[in-house]
């Protein structure tokens, strides 16, 4: 039913490869038979795709980025005269809500919790969070009024009890799923994936060296160099098994696959500390590293804890309490067989039901319903 449907993904502020946008939600549809283009920043990185990519001129600033940046993804949307608009970006809201006509389907993507992304900095007094909230809120329901909604979380719904839920599981991949992990001779290292920032956890995976003398902590992901700078200064003489593999650059799919792969790994890492943002997102990193066979070592936060409980694959601890972060990892490093169940636990889990394909089915008949 797809092929005779054209549909746009826009995004200003997300890589062109992301792997929500990109390698699965587009490249589904275009499984599916849609005529699929991608609006998105420039990556400096052209590689063969079966994905139009129609690129946007990325700015240093922010505010430039959201005046200039976003006249030029709606100047270019406009021309293609699409079925489905389908954006990626809060700042993209206006674009969209000018796109949207009486023939055509637009998509908004929940991608986080925005509202408490924007209020989160420590600078911002209770009163002006709150005006910032209510005013985003306001402006959030009279442009999204007409839109279809798809949700990252499952929480989101109480935002917006309109969405559907097309949630961040991992793709599952016949190439890298016949890696077999080996349990019986684990490393004394750890690795945590993803974009790198403070409120991801930065600091304290940068103190990990510390916390154990005997293992080596991988970061790859984004990092701007100014985290990477502050993180090997918290190392200090430990810096030497603090690896960061990402600085001041965007870390392709294919490379964090691989790097699961390339290590016999104790346990994937998410020691954040407590923010309104995370403390009840299901982080895709859970799913990736379950689908790894790597068992997760992440924050206690309720919601995390009854996951790995649920699932049987990890241990959660309080991220401030370093004797509490020393017992676990010497009871993973004690005890591969343990490992290795709940290494296997989380794997079964993602490929029984937490996997992209359940997702993409959904997506599908999402589309063919509302066209």
Same mark, same amino acid.
């Given at each position: ?26 490249l589904s549809l275009y499984k599916a038979g849609y005529n699929?283009? =991608? $609006?998105?920043? +420039? ?7 079966? *994905?139009?990519?129609?690129?946007? %001129? @990325? ?58 992304? =924007? $209020?989160?900095? +420590? ?7 709150? *005006?910032?909230?209510?005013?985003? %809120? @306001? ?71 510390? *916390? ?112 509490e972060i020393r017992n676990a990892i010497e009871f993973l490093r ?38």
């Amino acid at each position: 039913m797809g092929s005779s449907h054209t549909v746009v993904h826009l995004t200003t502020v997300h890589h062109p490869y992301d792997v929500r946008i990109y390698h699965k939600e587009c490249l589904s549809l275009y499984k599916a038979g849609y005529n699929v283009y =991608l $609006i998105a920043p +420039d990556s400096n990185h052209d590689k063969e795709v079966p *994905i139009k990519h129609i690129k946007l %001129k @990325t700015y240093n600033s922010r505010l430039k980025r959201m005046i200039f940046g976003t006249f030029d993804a709606y100047r270019k949307a406009k021309k293609i005269k699409a079925n489905v608009y389908h954006f990626h970006d809060p700042e993209l809201m206006i674009v969209a809500w000018l796109l949207k006509n009486r023939k055509n389907v637009v998509v908004y993507d929940v991608h986080e919790d925005f509202i408490t992304s =924007l $209020i989160k900095k +420590d600078y911002l007094n209770k009163w002006l969070k709150k *005006i910032i909230k209510n005013t985003f %809120k @306001t402006i959030e329901k009279f442009f999204t009024r007409k839109f279809k909604k798809v949700l990252a979380e499952k929480y989101y719904i109480e935002n917006h009890p309109d969405g559907h839920y097309i949630l961040n599981y991992p793709i599952l991949n016949d190439d890298i799923d016949k890696h077999e992990r080996t349990y019986e001779t684990l490393d004394n290292a750890l690795i945590y994936t993803g974009n790198v920032d403070v409120q991801r956890g930065a600091y304290i995976h940068a103190r990990l060296p510390l *916390i154990h003398h005997d293992i080596e902590c991988y970061v790859i992901g984004k990092c701007d160099e100014t985290y990477a700078n502050k993180m090997f200064d918290i190392a200090g003489g430990h810096k030497d098994r603090l690896k960061i593999d990402g600085i001041n650059r965007f870390v392709e799919k294919e490379a964090i696959e691989e790097a699961y792969y390339n290590r016999n790994w104790l346990a994937g890492l998410a020691l954040f500390p407590p923010t309104d943002h995370y403390l009840r997102k299901e982080l895709t990193k859970f799913f990736e590293y379950m689908n790894a066979g790597i068992p997760i070592l992440c924050s206690n936060f309720p919601a995390w804890k009854q996951f790995i409980e649920e699932y049987d694959c990890g241990i959660a601890v309080d991220p401030f309490n370093e004797e509490e972060i020393r017992n676990a990892i010497e009871f993973l490093r004690n005890n591969p067989d343990e490992v290795k169940r709940m290494g296997e636990n989380g794997k079964r889990a993602v490929h029984e039901n937490l996997n992209w394909d359940t997702q993409a089915k959904k997506l599908v008949q999402l589309y063919e319903n509302w066209i």
